[in-house]
């Protein structure tokens, strides 16, 4: 990859495209990808750009661009080329979130690196072998030990440098604090079509309700429960002969392809928090 | 069609399905389709069967299944040749569900007949303009009318000799004795993924959560509001860029077909109550 | 809706969107929706801008931008807000697409005006009676008047001063005189998930094929046969219970919603020709 | 799983389902789940039957039986409880398949044992580790060892056992001997939405037909490429932004599922050929 990625937002305000376009325009960079959305709801103007810098060197655009930014009071960033972000995976003993996140990095289909890999269980408990040598940090959880595994997590993700915590099927959930400090930057897939069936066994709690459809939403982490932005959903068929085990296995297709997709489109840029929703260009 | 219908449900026993099948194949029935479930869960036994009566007389098939019925404790039905069953539809100016199914109907995609169309709104509010010569009743309702005019429905319902009510996009809250009186031959459909966004304004509710799809549920009428069992769901994806008055006209399309589907596996005797749950034989 | 619309395609260049963007910030316009897309394929770029003209006259704007869109080679076009576009529609006897089209159109989800319905059916054959005061023309087709009666359909369309003409189901075969006479300005749809089972009788095809899903194509109108560019695709799933009748019928939802999103993305602007693709922004 | 399977077709005739139920309720089997279809188009019944056998053991049960099956022409299996299927896997270096497959064993999700995998790879160019001690042949072929080759896979289908041979996603054709002597026992998965774009590169063919949904089609090998009966399908939305690079990656997600249910399907006994048709179970 040989293209920069600049994310924006702002309050609405005339102009803003024209400006920013104008600077890459100005310096020969070449635009391959442009989105924007202008939100009359919340005032907010959204926008990303991938193009190719050319001969620019991308400090010096940074370093030009922030009058910009600060005229147009836009919370933003420029990603260089080349950029791998660091994607720290959590896990509990079921594993097909993190063992599919593993093998779309490794074939290449998402760009990140993973420096550690958290669970409260231990690794023999898991069954994907696609961890190989990615640090493995088994930090079993009780109530009374949790803020100290917690505080053990944050101690993790500050010195590997982590952009991005992605709960993948973790079943713990965070404390108030926890999910302060890691605000805008943690992802977790939930196992319902949310706002149906927030809390414990969705799947069991879906049976019982007899929907003809279970679903799985990724969504961001905040300190109200299966409350967060939601970033991407999905959906599968059931019917009245699959029981609540079957729903948990046909789910598992939907919660990885969900899961992957919200993880995907967060490290592309593609996702802005809205308030309490997100703009994802696609 | 030259086939009859034979519904039943009983609790689970070792034989049922050899001495219902003995019975056709007796009196040299052709079975056409045939579908069973046995639920562990609620003890019950449910079974579906088209056939060819032959030279036989329904009314001697009934007579001569009904001591097999009483020993299995069944509850059943058994269709003639050619029933075509009697549909009251009720609507409010929101008609595109309406207009869907007559249109189903004439067709003959649908295999009913409509006696009465009954509405609080006037007809000359409604865009569709199949209804012809549909006895179109015009019932305003008020707090203060609705007991009056829930009595005039059903006085509708019973002089029609209707077999099934389907509430077309109604928006009316039927009173809890309205419901209990409708028990199991009434169809509604909620603009809204069910369980999420249950009472008014789905759309809008649906919107402000951020939710990346929309849906809607078809479920029989109980006296618990859009709690009743479920018999048909879709969905279809929405985007940041969607306007609540977005979401509302691509529902639109979801609610016609939903509704549609469940009507016509209702009509079609594929959908048995058990519990809060339904079965639904496709 | 008092927004234009400003539609473009040119050779790919540095510094397009920044021209067109600083064209609408110098004289006080309002972006409301932008979308872009450079196909490295194909050296094209293609913009789509809805945006408040605020005080400015269209007329003004249209000389103004025509020396910007010489400069970049553009083809371009640029809608007046509250601009009706008229669009034709052709139908047989199958008129489920026809009759969908006219509901959306009445309650405002299609904008558009029908100032012609032309069929090889008499009118007394459809069932749909949302037609009202529509002229209906009647123009039987054999193999011998042919000619003729593509010769009256060209009057009409040009008389009616078509902007689009709609084949919902028509199921006649233009000559390739015709087709290139309506080139990217009339929309068919074909009742296959194309390019499998193009022709005559696409369901048989499908059930002899034993496919698990059927679907619907909408295209525009090519002198080589259902090979033209496509626009809009959907599918459902099927099973070996349902019959080719079955899928014929349940082939008409797809049609229909597929059609529909077709002529509505067109009529907003949305689809660009590009080579044999379309770009559709959605 | 301590249930027993019976599969069986045969000519349509009357009192089959009832001769078959009876044959298990005399025995006080108890059935868990029963399907049955009778095709009017090529006159075959199908059925299965999922029950406990109690009492029963399986050795006389399929004795019993076999007068039964004989009076009737039928074909059929009984599958004693807590039977594991042995599955041979084919691949070449894109694994993502394999590994899925061998991820839903290891979680019990599919129930077979792999005694063997085969690949014209060798085992370093594949990405998935959860191949463990599974034994691992690398066969490569080039045009002059083919028919050596496929000799060499056909004796380790032998010596196995192998029930059923999965081609996940090998990219070698068979010859027409291969295809006859895995006949109706090897499930290969096409990346297209079959009928559309057989043979090479089909998400190139997609990316240069412009379609706006792509697919997967998993079906039953046979002599005449990428025309076997088709078990199962699926599709995915594609738009103009996506490369022909992006429509494979999106490709390996519908891959994998829809390989992975016509497996399970398949190794369920719910899978019956039907002419050049499938029933399929659900």
Same mark, same amino acid.
């Given at each position: 990859?040989?293209?920069?990625?600049?994310?924006?937002?702002?309050?609405?305000?005339?102009?803003?495209?024209?400006? !920013?376009?104008?600077?890459? %325009? *100005?310096?020969?960079?070449?635009?391959?990808?442009? @989105?924007? +959305? &202008? #939100?009359?709801?919340?005032?907010?103007?959204?926008?990303?750009?991938?193009?190719?810098?050319?001969?620019?060197?991308?400090?010096?655009?940074?370093?030009?661009?922030?009058?910009?930014?600060?005229?147009?009071?836009?919370?933003?960033?420029?990603?260089?080329?080349?950029?791998?972000?660091?994607?720290?995976?959590?896990?509990?003993?079921?594993?097909?979130?993190?063992?599919?996140?593993?093998?779309?990095?490794?074939?290449?289909?998402?760009?990140?690196?993973?420096?550690?890999?958290?669970?409260?269980?231990?690794r023999e408990k898991l069954t994907t072998s696609l961890i190989g040598d990615i640090p493995y940090h088994?930090?079993?959880?009780?109530?009374?030990?949790?803020?100290?595994?917690?505080?053990?997590?944050?101690?993790? !993700?500050?010195?590997?440098? %982590? *952009?991005?915590?992605?709960?993948?099927?973790?079943? @713990?959930? +965070? &404390? #108030?604090?926890?999910?302060?400090?890691?605000?805008?930057?943690?992802?977790?897939?939930?196992?319902?079509?949310?706002?149906?069936?927030?809390?414990?066994?969705?799947?069991?709690?879906?049976?019982?309700?007899?929907?003809?459809?279970?679903?799985?939403?990724?969504?961001?982490?905040?300190?109200?429960?299966?409350?967060?932005?939601?970033?991407?959903?999905?959906?599968?068929?059931?019917?009245?002969?699959?029981?609540?085990?079957?729903?948990?296995?046909?789910?598992?297709?939907?919660?990885?392809?969900?899961?992957a997709k919200a993880v995907r489109a967060h490290l592309e840029d593609r996702v802005f928090l809205n308030?309490?929703?997100?703009?994802?260009?696609?």
């Amino acid at each position: 990859m040989s293209t920069a990625t600049l994310r924006l937002s702002c309050p609405i305000r005339t102009g803003i495209s024209a400006r !920013v376009t104008a600077f890459t %325009a *100005d310096r020969d960079c070449i635009i391959e990808e442009a @989105q924007q +959305f &202008s #939100d009359r709801r919340t005032g907010r103007f959204f926008m990303r750009l991938v193009f190719d810098p050319q001969a620019n060197d991308i400090g010096s655009l940074r370093e030009a661009f922030a009058s910009i930014a600060e005229n147009f009071e836009m919370e933003w960033d420029l990603r260089e080329p080349g950029w791998v972000p660091k994607v720290v995976l959590m896990v509990s003993a079921f594993d097909h979130c993190l063992g599919d996140l593993l093998y779309r990095m490794r074939i290449g289909e998402i760009n990140m690196e993973v420096p550690a890999i958290i669970s409260n269980h231990p690794r023999e408990k898991l069954t994907t072998s696609l961890i190989g040598d990615i640090p493995y940090h088994h930090l079993p959880i009780t109530k009374d030990t949790k803020p100290k595994q917690e505080a053990e997590v944050r101690r993790i !993700v500050k010195e590997t440098g %982590a *952009d991005l915590v992605v709960l993948a099927r973790y079943m @713990q959930i +965070f &404390s #108030d604090e926890m999910s302060k400090h890691l605000s805008g930057m943690c992802i977790n897939i939930h196992h319902s079509f949310l706002p149906g069936f927030k809390g414990a066994k969705p799947y069991h709690q879906a049976y019982k309700r007899g929907v003809k459809m279970i679903g799985a939403t990724s969504h961001y982490v905040t300190d109200d429960l299966d409350e967060g932005p939601i970033i991407a959903q999905d959906v599968e068929n059931v019917s009245h002969t699959e029981s609540p085990d079957d729903l948990v296995a046909k789910g598992r297709d939907v919660e990885r392809r969900v899961l992957a997709k919200a993880v995907r489109a967060h490290l592309e840029d593609r996702v802005f928090l809205n308030g309490d929703r997100t703009v994802v260009f696609e």
